[in-house]
């Protein structure tokens, strides 16, 4: 017997006292009936068997079986419709609003497969009661408005074509997400059943969300072959679904102290179990021209001299922090049996260039004097970064060219080496998750307010620096789906060019912060056991 159902004469009485729970328990009874054995074959008795009540109370709710038919038409659109009023997706920028309202409506037809066969039943009878009913235009009139919206928003800011009508978007949405449980079984009987474990089905929306998302972008003017063109890895999608759910909470026009503090708790959030035999209880505050510096020392207990890794967090150079970042350090600092120094640099705009590099400066100088106290070998010494973390450790090893403290390398994770946004890179992937070319001026100006800078200094723009010979061997890991790729790669060519060795990453189908979906994704784990692995072999 199902949930909620009640029998004898003490469950009419529980449903004399909640009306609404008769309603409700024979929807959910005829809905299956319905979807089961179809319109024709549906016995209005035996609906009322199945909700411990009687055939005159589904009369009574629902006038005759046809009514019932009907409400159980409406409620099942009505909860689509429900469902993509959930999303919220004004508070995401276009493609990823409609990257979650395709990734909605596959989920929710793969696990509602019985409003996939009231829908089928009533297509095999001409859609006779949806005619009669006037049902259509009251409930689904809002999909369309909702695309049309949405398909306005990504027009105006360019980044979708002018040539689709908000109603052809609604057909490839429905179209693919409805086939793929509609057809399971003959598809299942001719070709066998992988496509429909979780993992085939994963490979399926992320290629469904995919082809909406080719179909409604500009098509390329470089003629880029449809098989260049980037690919989510489809085990980022849970991870983009948490965290886009967790960012649209934060209200439109927050500053950028409102989004440190959003930051903190979300990373807070989503942390990862604190990998075994490492401690980070470690802080220390260095001195330096731009004011005190915090610090947090990851530290793999070994009880031997290790070498060391001085680690700069991501964030566009606004916001971010040691704990932001733990889930990485710490994990570094196991795998690669070493101690990382996560340094809690001074932010913009309060602080711009070149307070957090001048910062890193001294922190480099601190741990190479302190190396015995800290427990590190000084003579390995490496520095490393995510996005503007890589930007800064990129530019840190160009200050410390020469110096006394000779690094062993450079560990660059999706970096902003330079700032010349007319590489392919920021046209393909101008509206990538986790961060799009839309405002990016803006965040770079407030990093360095003398723009002018951004094209000429290689202390904020390591790519322009006039040699980069002498530097120490580079990771460098970028991501495919990412604005920020083609700088990455510029710079790999520099240092190659320079003869400065070069492990190069490409990280297919990734995207930028991907380091960051490491709970979801086991190309990001092996990207850091890879970055690892490398770093313990630094001599």
Request: glycine share 8%; net charge neutral.
């Amino acid at each position: 017997m199902g949930e909620g159902v009640m029998s004898g004469g003490n469950g009419r009485q529980k449903w004399k006292q909640d009306p609404e729970g008769v309603r409700r328990a024979i929807l959910d009874a005829a809905t299956a009936a319905f979807a089961r054995q179809g319109y024709a074959s549906t016995r209005v008795e035996d609906i009322a068997a199945q909700t411990a009540t009687s055939k005159r109370m589904v009369y009574y709710y629902f006038a005759d079986k046809e009514g019932l038919y009907l409400q159980v038409l409406e409620a099942a659109y009505a909860k689509v419709r429900a469902g993509e009023d959930a999303l919220a997706l004004d508070h995401l920028n276009p493609l990823d609003a409609l990257r979650a309202l395709v990734d909605f409506t596959f989920e929710h037809h793969r696990a509602n497969p019985d409003f996939i066969r009231l829908v089928m039943i009533e297509n095999v009878h001409n859609a006779v009661h949806l005619q009669a009913s006037g049902l259509m235009g009251r409930v689904n009139a809002g999909a369309v408005e909702k695309l049309a919206g949405l398909l306005a928003r990504g027009q105006k800011q360019g980044v979708f074509r002018t040539d689709i009508t908000p109603l052809e978007l609604h057909w490839h949405i429905s179209a693919l997400s409805f086939f793929n449980v509609s057809n399971r079984p003959s598809f299942t009987e001719s070709f066998g059943a992988s496509l429909f474990s979780n993992s085939g089905q994963a490979r399926l929306k992320a290629q469904t969300v995919e082809a909406v998302l080719r179909l409604v972008t500009p098509r390329p003017q470089t003629g880029t072959p449809l098989k260049d063109r980037p690919m989510l890895n489809p085990e980022l999608l849970p991870f983009l679904d948490a965290w886009n759910a967790k960012w649209a909470r934060l209200p439109q026009g927050a500053s950028p102290a409102d989004r440190r503090k959003k930051f903190e708790v979300i990373a807070a959030e989503m942390r990862l179990p604190f990998p075994d035999g490492v401690t980070d209880s470690a802080e220390h505050w260095i001195d330096s021209k731009a004011g005190p510096v915090r610090v947090r020392v990851y530290r793999k207990e070994t009880g031997a001299v290790q070498p060391a890794l001085i680690y700069m967090h991501g964030g566009a150079w606004m916001q971010g922090s040691p704990e932001t970042h733990a889930d990485i350090t710490a994990r570094i600092a196991a795998d690669a049996a070493m101690t990382v120094i996560s340094v809690d640099y001074a932010l913009a705009p309060e602080h711009p260039f070149p307070a957090a590099i001048d910062q890193c400066n001294a922190v480099a100088r601190w741990v190479h004097a302190k190396a015995a106290t800290l427990g590190i070998d000084p003579d390995r010494i490496a520095v490393g970064g995510d996005s503007a973390g890589g930007n800064l450790a990129a530019a840190l090893a160009l200050d410390l060219r020469g110096s006394e403290v000779a690094l062993t390398g450079q560990l660059l994770i999706y970096p902003a080496c330079d700032f010349d946004q007319s590489r392919p890179s920021y046209t393909e992937n101008a509206n990538a998750p986790l961060l799009q070319t839309r405002g990016m001026d803006l965040v770079n100006a407030l990093y360095s307010p003398d723009t002018a800078q951004l094209h000429n200094n290689p202390r904020v723009a390591p790519l322009v620096a006039a040699s980069h010979a002498g530097l120490p061997p580079a990771y460098i890991a970028v991501a495919q789906n990412d604005p920020l790729r083609d700088s990455g790669l510029a710079y790999a060519e520099a240092l190659q060019a320079a003869g400065v060795p070069v492990t190069l990453d490409h990280g297919e189908g990734l995207i930028h912060g991907y380091m960051r979906a490491m709970e979801f994704c086991e190309a990001s784990r092996q990207s850091l056991r890879t970055m690892s692995a490398w770093l313990a072999a630094l001599t």
